[in-house]
């Protein structure tokens, strides 16, 4: 399953990003929140962790105004790969090389074209394993 997660500053990307996955007729889970009204991003990047973590092959969508504060959160997560991607290479490499679970994005600054790109690449793009399977084992130190 793939869950969306997002505070006021990402809603409107959210909002668009979910009707292009309903176009495509791709599933997911919207977590919030559900409005501009101001909200703290750690509540829903927990959520969002909480979540993906349930299954092996969750993934998710993370938004802030920068995508810094959602990504922090998700990261302190051991199991969340958590990347802040600004352009459709950073996507797939992060996919391909870091088998990233979540794709986080910055609302205020990514237009919302270039943000469906991203999240395109994101789910169509699969972990190349190898030699990197021994480092993304090295990342979590608990
Ligand atoms: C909210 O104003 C903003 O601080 C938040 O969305 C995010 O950018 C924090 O990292």
Sequence with gaps: MLFLASDHAGFPLKESLKKVLTEREITFEDLGTNSEESVDYPDFGHALAEK???????????????????????????????????????????RQHNNANVLVLAG??????????ILTKFLATEFEGGRHKKRVEKIDIA
């Design 52 to 94: 993906v973590l349930e299954n092996a092959d969750n993934k998710g969508v993370g938004i802030c105004g920068t995508g810094l504060g959602i990504s922090m959160t998700l990261n302190r997560h051991a199991g969340i790969r958590a990347a802040r991607c600004v352009s459709i290479e950073d996507a797939e490499l992060s």
């Design 108 to 117: 205020r600054q990514l237009d919302a074209k270039l943000a469906a790109e």
